[in-house]
């Protein structure tokens, strides 16, 4: 099946086209035609699959271009995915004049997105405490919503929103379709499914909490004393590309972050706690390439798509076990390859490791670090920044990873 052959206008096809997207993914060649026939829909598949088009695309067919009302609403759990939502919905619609789509998140001036909602967008993307806070001020109303999305579904009832986004399918119509995606379900949001939707059709692709076969996935266990050195290591030793680093605390990001910079690296850092307007400008960094490794909490485990990030580093095994595969789903997106790897401190966190391989039905494997002398090797300043030159970033392997740079690779599947 490709796109061509689907049931979408052209407008839509064009774009696909121009992007040279032929082929649908698989959740998005059963999906779309269930969303376009009105269904309620439960989309599982693994990260990366494409989840984002398969609501988009038939949102943007449907909405009803002599209604200038709020038809379409899309609730996810993180500021940076409502702006990445916005985005694709720009692009999509670049050939359909008539959609206005509104971002709607905390921590970015509300009278600026009430001005914007005052312009009547017919598509409105945001996190479920702002949603609710225009609903209140009257800024934001829905009784027009045909469609209703909730991405990530089960992280934002993780965050704890499960009260406010009730109180929004509240001021919804009772008519409305409802759909509901990501890569991982729990019983809470099955739960939630039956009381709010109708007759739902529950569309599966893969086996369900597990991850893309195209990720390896390696761990190191280490001192915990070591754990610093053992990064520090194993950046020397991996194939340059985009890194992402997970830690479970801000205050163990700005560590590593400072240790890193100790060592000749410049990371860039993502956090709850930094302004909205920081934390746009550093995604925007990371997705341009200016900087090369980002490090961060699991505010940015869930949904983000930038482009080839080839390695997802776990400083800290995530508390949730789900997260592992959130994090880890960072890479290894749309077909291409990508890199696990988790530094593990303790018997009791390789016991949890071992029971998030028998979850996702994956091997992750056990390989050793170079820890010794490793503080004195500090980067040279040629390598300080790990950053993008001329449009691409330098390979330059010899002088900037040691001996044996492609040692990870090997034993690849
Ligand atoms: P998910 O929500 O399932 O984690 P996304 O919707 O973020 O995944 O999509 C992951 C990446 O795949 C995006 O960069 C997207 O543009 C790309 N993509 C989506 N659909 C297709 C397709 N049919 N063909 C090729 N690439 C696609
Ligand atoms: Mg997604």
Known sequence: MNFKDMNLIEELKMVLKQKKFIKPTEIQEKSIPKILEGEDVIGLSQTGTGKTLAFVLPILQK?????????????????????????????????????????????????????????????????????????????????????????????????????????????????????????????????????????????????????????????????????????HSLLRELERGRTLIFCNTKNMVGMVQSYLEKMGYRPAVLHGDMPQSQRTRVMNEYKSGKVEILITTDVAARGIDVNDILHVVNFDLPQNLENYIHRIGRTGRAGKDGFAWTILNSDDQQQKLKQIEKMIKAKITLKRLQLENIDEIKLENKFAGREKKNGSFKHKKQQNYGKNPQKFRKGRK
């Open 63 to 231: 909405i009803d271009k002599d209604n200038d009302c709020v038809q379409a609403l899309i609730l996810c759990p993180t500021r940076e995915l409502v702006q990445q939502i916005r985005q694709e919905i720009k692009e999509y619609s670049m050939h359909l004049k008539h959609i206005r789509s509104v971002a709607v998140y905390g921590g970015a001036d509300i009278k600026q997105q009430i001005f914007s909602l005052k312009r009547r967008p017919n598509i409105v993307i945001g996190t479920p405490g702002r949603v609710l806070d225009h609903i209140k001020r009257h800024t934001l109303k829905l009784q027009n919503v045909q469609t209703l999305v909730l991405d990530e579904a089960d992280e934002m009832f993780n965050m704890g929103f499960r009260k406010d986004i009730i109180t929004i399918i509240s001021k919804t119509p009772e008519s409305r379709q409802t759909l509901l995606f990501s890569a991982t379900m729990n019983d809470e949001v099955t739960s939630i499914s039956a009381d709010y939707m109708k007759n739902p059709q529950t569309i599966k692709v893969g086996k369900q909490n597990t991850t893309l076969d195209a990720i390896t996935q390696t761990y190191f266990l280490v001192p915990k004393d070591k754990k610093k050195k053992a990064l």
